[in-house]
C-alpha cells in the first residue's frame, strides 16, 4: 500500500529533496501541506507528518500539540525538522509526543533510514496477526471513517471462508493457518494488481477480512478474486476430497457430516458520497449483504447498491 507522508511547510522549500529522496520508493507518497490546511490533512489521516519549522509563521509546540490531540492522530508519528538548535525549544516540541526533532543542516541519509524505519515499526506495531501481516480494526476503522469525513466515493468488501471449522476440523490448524495465510495474499494480489493507491486490505480476525477500493464498480474484483482462490485453494485438500468434492466431519454425536470444499463468499458494499455517515451503518449493511453471498453454495460475491 501506499504510504501518505505529509509535509507542513509554507513556502514548499522540502518537498522537491523529498521526492528526490525518495524516488525509487514507491510506497511514499510526498504531499505538500501549508499551516491552513492542517485540518484538512488530519482528516486524511497520513502515515506520517513532517514539519519544516523554519518554514512557520505558527508556533511549532502549538502545532504539534493539535495533531497529537487529534483523536484518529494520536498515533501518526511527526518529525520536526529545524535550525534551532536551542535546548528548551527541543524538550518543549518533544513533550508534545515528537517522536524526531531533527536539525538542520539535514543529513539526507539519517532522515531517508529514519523514515524507512519509522515505516518499519509501524508495521510491526500495527499488525492484528503475525499470521497475515494486515492491519486490524484500528485502522480498519480509521481508514474507512476518512473515506467517510472526505465524502469520497469507495466501495467496502467483506470477506470470509465457507465452512473453515470444518476444515480445521479435518485437517487441522497448522494447515487452517496456511487457507488463512493464503486467502490473505490472494486478496493483496487481486486488489494491488487493480488499485494499488486509495485501497486499503485489513483482517478482522479469524477467516473474515475487508478490503477498501476507490470505486464503486466492483464486480470485476469480486470475481478475479474468486476466480483465483478457487484455482489455487485446491492445493490445500487430498486428492480423495478434491474428487469427493467435499470432505467428511464427525459432529458431536459421532455422526458423519458432509461439507462442501472451503470456498470465498465476499459482500460488497456501495458507498457513493453521502450515503453513510458513520462507519457502523456500512458494518450493517455489509453483514447482511454477506449472509446473503453465504447463503449460496461455494465461492459467490454480493453486492448492495441501495442509494441513500
Same mark, same amino acid.
Given at each position: 500500500?501506499? %504510504?501518505?507522508?505529509?509535509?507542513?511547510?509554507?513556502?514548499?522549500?522540502?518537498?522537491?529533496?523529498?521526492?528526490?529522496?525518495?524516488?525509487?520508493?514507491?510506497?511514499?507518497?510526498?504531499?505538500?501541506?501549508?499551516?491552513?490546511?492542517?485540518?484538512?490533512?488530519?482528516?486524511?489521516?497520513?502515515?506520517?507528518?513532517?514539519?519544516?519549522?523554519?518554514?512557520?509563521?505558527?508556533?511549532?509546540?502549538?502545532?504539534?500539540?493539535?495533531?497529537?490531540?487529534?483523536?484518529?492522530?494520536?498515533?501518526?508519528?511527526?518529525?520536526?525538522?529545524?535550525?534551532?538548535?536551542?535546548?528548551?525549544?527541543?524538550?518543549?516540541?518533544?513533550?508534545?509526543?515528537?517522536?524526531?526533532?531533527?536539525?538542520?543542516?539535514?543529513?539526507?541519509?539519517?532522515?531517508?533510514?529514519?523514515?524507512?524505519?519509522?515505516?518499519?515499526?509501524?508495521?510491526?506495531?500495527?499488525?492484528?496477526?503475525?499470521?497475515?501481516?494486515?492491519?486490524?480494526?484500528?485502522?480498519?476503522?480509521?481508514?474507512?471513517?476518512?473515506?467517510?469525513?472526505?465524502?469520497?466515493?469507495?466501495?467496502?468488501?467483506?470477506?470470509?471462508?465457507?465452512?473453515?471449522?470444518?476444515?480445521?476440523?479435518?485437517?487441522?490448524?497448522?494447515?487452517?493457518?496456511?487457507?488463512?495465510?493464503?486467502?490473505?495474499?490472494?486478496?493483496?494480489?487481486?486488489?494491488?494488481?487493480?488499485?494499488?493507491?486509495?485501497?486499503?486490505?485489513?483482517?478482522?480476525?479469524?477467516?473474515?477480512?475487508?478490503?477498501?477500493?476507490?470505486?464503486?464498480?466492483?464486480?470485476?474484483?469480486?470475481?478475479?478474486?474468486?476466480?483465483?482462490?478457487?484455482?489455487?485453494?485446491?492445493?490445500?485438500?487430498?486428492?480423495?476430497?478434491?474428487?469427493?468434492?467435499?470432505?467428511?466431519?464427525?459432529?458431536?454425536?459421532?455422526?458423519?457430516?458432509?461439507?462442501?470444499?472451503?470456498?470465498?463468499?465476499?459482500?460488497?458494499?456501495?458507498?457513493?458520497?453521502?450515503?453513510?455517515?458513520?462507519?457502523?451503518?456500512?458494518?450493517?449493511?455489509?453483514? %447482511?449483504?454477506?449472509?446473503?453471498?453465504?447463503?449460496?453454495?461455494?465461492?459467490?460475491?454480493?453486492?448492495?447498491?441501495?442509494?441513500?
Amino acid at each position: 500500500m501506499v %504510504q501518505d507522508i505529509y509535509i507542513i511547510d509554507d513556502d514548499e522549500s522540502s518537498i522537491p529533496i523529498f521526492k528526490e529522496l525518495f524516488k525509487n520508493d514507491k510506497e511514499y507518497k510526498f504531499i505538500g501541506v501549508k499551516t491552513e490546511q492542517i485540518d484538512i490533512a488530519l482528516k486524511n489521516i497520513p502515515f506520517l507528518i513532517i514539519i519544516n519549522e523554519d518554514s512557520l509563521d505558527r508556533d511549532v509546540v502549538e502545532l504539534c500539540g493539535k495533531i497529537r490531540t487529534d483523536e484518529d492522530n494520536k498515533i501518526t508519528p511527526i518529525i520536526v525538522v529545524s535550525s534551532n538548535s536551542e535546548r528548551r525549544h527541543r524538550l518543549g516540541v518533544l513533550k508534545e509526543s515528537v517522536e524526531y526533532y531533527i536539525k538542520k543542516p539535514v543529513d539526507t541519509d539519517y532522515i531517508y533510514y529514519t523514515i524507512k524505519n519509522l515505516n518499519r515499526l509501524l508495521n510491526i506495531n500495527r499488525r492484528i496477526s503475525a499470521l497475515t501481516g494486515l492491519p486490524g480494526n484500528v485502522q480498519i476503522h480509521a481508514e474507512l471513517k476518512k473515506r467517510i469525513a472526505n465524502k469520497e466515493e469507495f466501495s467496502v468488501l467483506y470477506l470470509d471462508l465457507d465452512n473453515f471449522k470444518a476444515y480445521n476440523d479435518v485437517y487441522g490448524f497448522l494447515k487452517g493457518d496456511q487457507i488463512i495465510e493464503f486467502t490473505a495474499q490472494t486478496i493483496l494480489k487481486c486488489i494491488h494488481e487493480q488499485f494499488l493507491e486509495k485501497s486499503f486490505v485489513g483482517h478482522i480476525g479469524g477467516d473474515d477480512f475487508i478490503a477498501i477500493v476507490p470505486t464503486i464498480h466492483v464486480d470485476n474484483i469480486c470475481q478475479t478474486i474468486i476466480a483465483y482462490f478457487d484455482k489455487e485453494v485446491t492445493r490445500f485438500f487430498t486428492d480423495e476430497d478434491l474428487e469427493r468434492g467435499y470432505i467428511e466431519v464427525a459432529n458431536r454425536k459421532g455422526i458423519i457430516e458432509q461439507f462442501a470444499l472451503t470456498s470465498i463468499s465476499i459482500g460488497a458494499v456501495i458507498a457513493e458520497k453521502g450515503r453513510f455517515s458513520n462507519i457502523l451503518e456500512i458494518g450493517e449493511v455489509g453483514a %447482511q449483504v454477506k449472509h446473503i453471498a453465504k447463503s449460496i453454495v461455494g465461492s459467490s460475491y454480493a453486492i448492495d447498491r441501495r442509494q441513500g
